[in-house]
């Protein structure tokens, strides 16, 4: 099966130094030795495998993109032993030719450096005989991708809903979500190229593979957990797999499956999401020393295995169920940190290749042909090695040249031993110039090398020195502020309590020396000012209003007669007494004769002279005369008329009000 996995390169850099022959193989346990770091390395687009991350600034310098965080990406597509063998040559070149095309689909016009590896072999303890056993490397490709687009391109997929999409990504744009998608990548990427170039159905055989590692009882973890029993190590993981495969072994549901883990000491933490469903699960426990755990995680790249998900847990719960049901009996996992299986057992389920004759597309005899060719065209044969060497002085892996005398031998590994061809003596010479040339280039790479190792010791030893210093620094400066911020704290509290009393007893006696000093000054106003005040604006008014009595009475007394004298210059024998005589009998005379009609107490009506009616009612208004201020007291409208009219006009007032009210109730 093909694996596939992405994931966002946090240190370009160190991917590329990974990635390149510069690093040790990672398999110097070996019995036979080291594997090569590097098997193939290719690039996509305007790059070399040398200056790949430098093509890659100037693609971004290009496009203004050199503020992006993520400079690439790394995408690795993993063989199965089942599949591929890695200590075949061929098999190794179809999984790099694989990886090329596969990294160009999932990832279009973008520069793209493709490195192939089966240096990641390991120890691991054998299922029957508990010894260690050397498992070699699977056959692996890192891509390393370009985030920001070197081409134009338009990428075209569906989602796993059936929809159709396209996205245009113009030159300097980054990768997108629709790009990294893994479910595209992994669907509709790797495993249509798996079907293409090896014949076999990809997603059916990874679920052959998981299926088989449910029946065993294997999780994730048990391979790394068997690597490292075999170098006698353990790892806290190895403790909580073992405890959780035995209840996972035994429980009939998920409650039973939690009850089961706390008698063991394992505690579950299960997060429950926003739309009720059952979200994720980790696990708490305490190992043999007492000491509790932090949180692990089920899923995860860095989880103890997708084996102990709430979902699988209960299906496997489910399926204990029915064979209680059944009558059967459930086995418990012997309490052993790891399984003991072979991540290379016999019957690990293979590839069911889709040829006509069920085997593996690269072994019929086109296939191998073409592989022929393709060696012969490339000078891959090993007198091509040889010829290649002489004739174009490059130096070739495998290939030795050796000089006796005027005789040149060319000595090639083919892998089983050396295979040595003589040379003719016309190309000694040749071979010689080749030797010194050769010589020159490794005292130089020699040279550099040493250069190089010597200044990465004094960069990690000055690195290390000024994280050192900057971590006391910053510890020391942290501490001085913690104790001066604690100092300032307290003074600042002290001083603001202290102030805030101080501010209370000034406030409170000057509240008090204001009151009374308050209280003292109404006192003194009320015994000495405000008498003063009163009797002073008494004299001013009383002054002022006599002097205004006399001068509008002199002023009445002048405009009557100058009226009066205007009036006898005009009719000499005019005389106000007489006119006034004469006008009122006037009145009276017509009183007489005309009639009114008034309505009675008992409702009939009766005609009373004009006169009576008149009288009535001048009665009534001259009685009633100064009744306009109706917002004055009894009091002071009787001082208001004694001041106006005199003394005695008073009386003469009521009694005509009492006349006028006795004539108005007769006639209602």
């Known amino acids: 099966m093909v694996a596939t996995m992405l994931s966002v390169t946090a240190n370009a850099w160190g991917l590329d130094r990974y990635l390149s022959p510069a690093t040790a193989a990672h398999d110097q346990a070996n019995p036979e030795g080291p594997s090569r770091r590097v098997e193939y390395c290719s690039t996509i687009g305007d790059c070399r495998p040398e200056t790949f991350l430098a093509d890659v600034g100037r693609t971004r310098a290009d496009y203004a993109q050199t503020r992006l965080d993520v400079e690439t990406y790394h995408l690795i597509l993993s063989h199965s032993h089942e599949e591929l063998d890695p200590d ?28 192939t590896q089966a240096d990641n072999g390991r120890w691991e303890q054998h299922a029957e005989s508990g010894e260690r056993v050397w498992v070699k490397g699977k056959i692996h490709s890192h891509c390393q991708i370009a985030n920001v687009a070197e081409e134009a391109v338009t990428l075209a997929w569906t989602d796993r809903d059936g929809n159709a999409k396209a996205v245009h990504y113009p030159a300097g744009r980054a990768v997108s979500s629709d790009m990294k998608n893994i479910y595209r990548i992994q669907h509709q990427v790797t495993d249509a190229l798996v079907r293409e170039r090896f014949a076999y159905d990809n997603e059916a055989y990874m679920q052959a593979c998981r299926a088989h590692a449910k029946e065993g009882n294997q999780v994730a973890g048990d391979r790394k957990a068997l690597a490292r029993q075999a170098d006698g190590t353990t790892n806290a993981y190895d403790e909580l797999r073992m405890r959780l495969r035995i209840a996972r ?35 708490k426990w305490i190992d043999a020393s007492g000491t509790a755990s932090r949180p692990a995680r089920a899923g995860g790249r860095s989880g103890v295995g997708d084996e102990f998900k709430h979902t699988a847990i209960v299906e496997q719960c489910e399926r204990n169920a029915a064979a209680v049901e059944r009558g059967e009996t459930l086995e418990a996992p012997d309490r052993v940190l790891v399984v003991p299986t072979s991540s290379v057992a016999a019957d690990r389920p293979r590839p069911v290749y889709l040829t006509d004759d069920g085997r593996p597309p690269w072994e019929d005899e086109h296939a191998q042909a073409e592989y022929l060719a393709r060696v012969r065209a490339t000078g891959g044969t090993y007198e091509g090695r040889a ?8 130096g070739v892996d495998g290939v030795e040249l050796t000089r006796d005398g005027d005789a040149v031998t060319a000595t090639v590994d083919v892998g089983a031993g050396p295979l040595v061809m003589d040379v003719e003596p016309a190309l000694a010479a040749r071979t010689a110039a080749l030797d010194e040339r050769e010589a020159a280039i490794e005292d130089e790479w020699a040279r550099l090398a040493l250069i190089t190792e010597e200044a990465k010791g004094e960069t990690v030893v000055i690195v290390q020195e000024a994280h050192a210093e900057a971590d006391a620094i910053t510890a020391s400066a942290k501490a001085d502020a913690r104790t001066i911020r604690s100092t300032a704290t307290k003074d600042a509290t002290a001083t603001t309590l202290q102030a805030r009393r101080q501010a209370e007893e000034i406030v409170s006696d000057a509240e008090a020396d204001a009151g009374q000093i308050r209280a003292k000054a109404q006192a003194a106003w009320e015994r000495d000012e405000k008498p003063r005040l009163v009797e002073a604006t008494k004299a001013g008014v009383q002054t002022e209003l006599a002097g205004y009595k006399e001068t509008r009475k002199s002023e009445i007394d002048k405009e009557l007669a100058d009226y009066e004298a205007d009036r006898k210059a005009t009719m000499p024998e005019y005389d106000p007494k007489l006119a006034v005589q004469a006008m009122q009998a006037a009145r009276f005379d017509a009183g007489e004769r005309r009639t009114i009609p008034i309505t009675m107490k008992d409702g009939t009506t009766r005609d009373i002279k004009a006169n009576d009616v008149l009288d009535q009612d001048a009665k009534r208004i001259y009685a009633r005369q100064g009744r306009a201020l109706t917002d004055e007291t009894v009091g002071q409208r009787a001082e208001r ?28």
């Open 249 to 283: 072994a035994q429980a009939t549901s998920w409650e039973d499956y939690e009850a089961r883990l706390a008698a063991d000491g394992v505690h579950t933490l299960v997060r429950t999401s926003k739309r009720g469903g059952e979200h994720g699960v980790s696990y």
């Open 641 to 668: 008329v004694k001041e106006t009219l005199g003394k005695g006009t008073k009386d003469v007032n009521r009694a005509g009000e009492k006349s006028a009210d006795r004539e108005e109730s007769r006639w209602r």
């Open 88 to 115: 075949d040559p061929y098999h190794v070149w179809l999984a790099h030719e694989f990886a090329k095309e596969a990294a160009a689909k999932a990832f279009p016009g973008r520069q793209i450096k493709v490195v």
């Open 387 to 394: 010829a290649a060497v002489l004739v174009t002085g490059e």
